[in-house]
């Protein structure tokens, strides 16, 4: 009922107590709070049904993602070891699943402990004193944890592919464990959670719309870190190491595409315009980066190749993933394209530099995700930088930006290389990490878990 109607029917009433004197003023007053109780109670947050179910879409989209992780990598390792390369996935939405809801969610999302270094709240522990909230968003407060837990599960699953094919899945377990717990959620605190201090960094914040710097930097930078420590396989370079499947590795790809829709434009929290801008420029990113990737082939081999076409295809989904919220169409095709260029380059360097990313976690997440931190400055769309100059009562430029986003940059690498090479260490000299010679060359699905992917043996 409009304000205009509640007016006119109290001016009636009024009208008619006084006319006939029928009813007291009490009564005429008691009518009047009941009208304006149900009509402008705005106190109580509501539910908002449509942005709910979008939420709730988004949060099932990125859980697709990491099956479709499995099956990216899961195709490109040899035959005897396509289960345990897609058992790292789904390890980490069975580990990381239980660990969110138990610390993750209120290290990542608490207010700030320890000097802000990561947060805490003992109504998040298991989630349970959440059970009736409904945040300023109009969504409850589960679906957002749930979407943000996805975000967590993935993340690690992600470095799985720098060591690929040599690694104790034991060892393997414990370090995702320790890594979300003192590398993720930390990171996450500080560029995510409303008091973390890159949140809070310049004018309007580092510009991290949905893990440029919190999902990617930290993963590939620590699979550089792994790759280097655990060192090569046995027989790499000299031995060629063919994909035991391209076609599921272009599903993978696929699956990872339509997955990321959930993944940036969900990160809106909202259904709205600024949802259908993050949507949108993730399309475009993403196929700017595949036809990229394919010109570069086609000049380079004189064709284009399957892989290509899916290397391309996410490092145009890393590069926008960190900008999708503030760069209009046209930046989003400048980004797709520039970390296309910047991923191949890196592929080809590891090759000359020779260390072993088996499945290149660094030259695409890593590589890629830096591009799209930084370069984004140069594409943030007007509005944006206008709203940032008046919330510092001044001007704001691009290099200003630029700074912000390059302290976010370098806080990321420096701290996830430090603490991710501390616990490579600790679970290879306790646990064990890198597996021995035999069980390598017999494989992972038959050393690990005692199985065969595609139930045959002797296979290389």
């Known amino acids: ?90 390890a980490a939405m069975v580990i990381i699943g239980v660990l969110w809801p138990l610390v993750g969610y209120s290290l990542s999302f608490g207010p700030g402990i320890l000097g802000g270094f990561v947060g805490w709240n003992n109504d998040y522990f298991m989630l349970q004193g959440i059970d009736e909230t409904i945040m300023p968003t109009h969504i409850p407060e589960y679906v957002f944890a749930m979407f943000q837990g996805k ?99 272009l599903i993978g790809a696929g699956l990872l595409w339509v997955g990321w829709f959930g993944f940036n434009a969900g990160s809106a929290i909202a259904s709205d315009l600024a949802t259908a801008r993050a949507l949108t420029v993730t399309q475009v990113a993403a196929a700017a980066g595949a036809f990229t990737w394919m010109i570069i082939e086609m000049f380079q081999h004189g064709k284009a190749t399957s892989l290509g076409v899916a290397s391309g295809i996410l490092a145009g989904l890393v590069a926008i993933t960190p900008a999708a919220g503030v760069v209009q169409p ?19 360097l590891k090759s000359k530099l020779g260390y072993d990313d088996s499945l290149d976690a660094f030259g695409v997440h890593g590589v890629g995700g830096i591009v799209g931190a930084l370069a984004l400055v140069f594409f943030i769309r007007p509005a944006w930088m206008e709203a940032a100059a008046a919330k510092v009562g001044g001007s704001w430029t691009i290099w200003q930006q630029l700074g912000v986003q390059a302290t976010a940059v370098g806080v990321t690498i420096a701290y996830a290389a430090v603490v991710s090479l501390i616990l490579l260490f600790l679970v290879e000299k306790t646990i064990g990490l890198r597996i021995n010679e035999d069980d390598e060359m017999s494989g992972l699905d038959h050393s690990m878990h005692g199985e065969h992917g595609y139930g045959l043996i002797n296979l290389n």
Do not use: Q
Not at 166 to 176: L, S
């Open 151 to 249: 975000f967590a599960i993935i993340t690690p699953a992600l470095i799985a592919g720098a060591f690929a094919e040599r690694v104790n899945f034991k060892g393997y377990a414990v370090f995702i464990a320790l890594w979300c717990i003192l590398v993720y959620s930390p990171i996450c605190h500080w560029v995510w959670a409303s008091d973390g201090f890159l949140f809070n960094l310049g004018a309007a914040g580092a510009i991290d719309f949905a893990g440029g710097t919190v999902v990617h930097i930290s993963s590939g930078v620590t699979a550089l870190v792994a790759a280097l420590y655990l060192g090569k396989r046995r027989g790499y370079p000299k031995n060629v190491m063919h994909p035991n499947n391209l076609v599921m590795t």
């Open 1 to 90: 009922m409009s304000k205009t109607l509640i007016i006119k029917v109290y001016v009636i009433l009024f009208n008619h107590v006084m006319r006939k004197k029928v009813l007291t003023t009490s009564l005429f007053l008691l009518a009047a709070s009941l009208f304006y109780g149900n009509a402008w109670a705005v106190d109580e947050v509501v539910t908002d049904s449509g942005t709910t179910s979008w939420m709730l879409t988004s949060t099932a989209l990125v859980l697709l993602m990491v099956p479709g992780l499995a099956m990216f990598y899961g195709g490109l390792v040899r035959t005897k070891n396509v289960l345990g390369t897609m058992m790292h996935s789904f």
């Open 330 to 348: 046209s930046g989003a095709f400048a980004l797709g394209a520039l970390a296309a260029i910047f991923c191949y380059s890196a592929i080809l």
